[in-house]
């Protein structure tokens, strides 16, 4: 596998993980009542704790973020250009690793940034490819 789709892979994997942290911390799934709330259907879901909502939004934007860097790697990879958006991918990458932790502490300013670092990142990839 070239080191393009090994990103693919974690940055996939890392989406995982933020989903999976996100139900866990919304459901508060430590607890009998949240462990009864994530294996049911959802139907009354009780109101998210601060900690609990930030980690479902960064959920929610970790797969949004999915959603533009693997269509780009794909092409990349596919057009013979994987080595011209390396590094535009790491820096996505690697800004998305510190993007979770910031956002679940809570730190906004600081978030956004980062998510630009991100967004840095994934317009590098996209020129590297016009």
């Known amino acids: 596998m070239t080191p393009l789709l090994d990103l693919v892979v974690y940055t996939t994997l890392l989406t995982f993980l933020a989903i999976m942290l996100g139900a866990f911390l919304r459901n508060r799934e430590w607890t009998p009542q949240g462990l009864k709330t994530g294996f049911g259907n959802r139907d009354d879901v009780p109101e998210a704790t601060p900690l609990g909502g930030r980690a479902e939004r960064a959920a929610a934007n970790s797969i949004e973020a999915l959603i533009l860097f693997v269509p780009l790697a794909l092409v990349a990879q596919f057009a013979g250009s994987a080595e011209e958006v390396m590094l535009g991918a790491t820096i996505f990458f690697w800004a998305r690793v510190v993007y979770l932790p910031v956002y679940l502490i809570g730190i906004v300013y600081l978030r ?15 020129m590297a490819l016009l």
């Open 112 to 126: 956004s940034a980062i998510w630009g670092v991100g967004v840095v990142g994934l317009a590098m990839m996209a």
